[in-house]
């Protein structure tokens, strides 16, 4: 079974300072590995999708994530952070390299808040 | 390019009741998955259906049942409420089943008393 773990529910930055949100997965086999994004009163927005052509994986609003199979981490990253990325950020995984049908497992989120 | 569309938005039932919540894909996609986010937590994987069958399903209850329609519409249809049923259900459409890559809807925010 595959699992997620998001370390911290809260993460407060400054605009223009570095986003930074952390992700460990656990899986038996290579997994897919996905962040989407959740604001306020929407549904979520795929951000990015690491599938092991690359490593890095570049999303979109100008964020991106590694892929670090040694440190089993996805974590996702943003140069400078500017105040409409507020918003709840989810890890997930899959198993599931398209051929078959399975849902994603996600983590608990992570709260991101932008201090002017 | 019209997106995923859910109904009702909010709901109230209470303890024993059925409910049924509605959703319409995004134009083109077949694939179809049910997601239920209690507060505070991430989605949670209720089932997936594809070409009109179920064929995926995450750790809930046969209480929890599905239609997918010709069209790509699909239903959540929960028998026999209880409280800790409270929470967003999440549809999302995809156009080819297990790519992970999921168009949400807003939700339907359903409350049991």
């Known amino acids: 079974a595959q699992s997620v773990t998001q370390l911290g529910s809260h993460v407060s930055v400054s605009e223009g300072a570095l986003v930074l949100l952390r992700c460990n997965y656990s899986?038996?086999?290579?997994?897919?590995l996905f962040w989407y994004v959740q604001y306020p009163n929407q549904g979520l927005q795929l951000l990015l999708k690491y599938t092991s052509a690359a490593t890095l994986v570049k999303g979109i609003n100008g964020f991106e994530a590694e892929f670090k199979k040694s440190e089993t981490s996805f974590h996702l990253t943003k140069p400078s952070a500017h105040m409409s990325d507020a918003a709840e950020y989810f890890c997930a995984v899959s198993l599931y390299s398209g051929g078959g049908a399975d849902g994603l497992t996600f983590g608990k989120g992570t709260h991101l808040i932008i201090q002017p | 390019e019209t997106g995923v569309t859910q109904s009702p938005t909010h709901l109230i039932k209470t303890r024993g009741q059925q409910v049924t919540l509605r959703c319409s894909s995004q134009?083109?996609?077949?694939?179809v998955s049910w997601y239920q986010q209690a507060l505070g937590q991430g989605p949670q994987f209720i089932f997936q259906y594809y070409r009109e069958e179920e064929n995926g399903r995450g750790n809930f209850p046969p209480r929890f049942s599905g239609l997918q329609f010709p069209n790509y519409s699909s239903e959540l249809n929960v028998n026999a409420l209880e409280l800790d049923d409270s929470a967003l259900y999440l549809c999302?459409?995809?156009?080819?089943?297990?790519?992970?890559?999921?168009?949400f809807g807003e939700g339907s925010r359903l409350t049991v008393l």
């Open positions: 999302a459409s995809s156009r080819r089943q297990g790519s992970g890559e999921l168009f």
């Open positions: 134009s083109g996609h077949n694939t």
């Open positions: 899986s038996s086999v290579p997994p897919y």
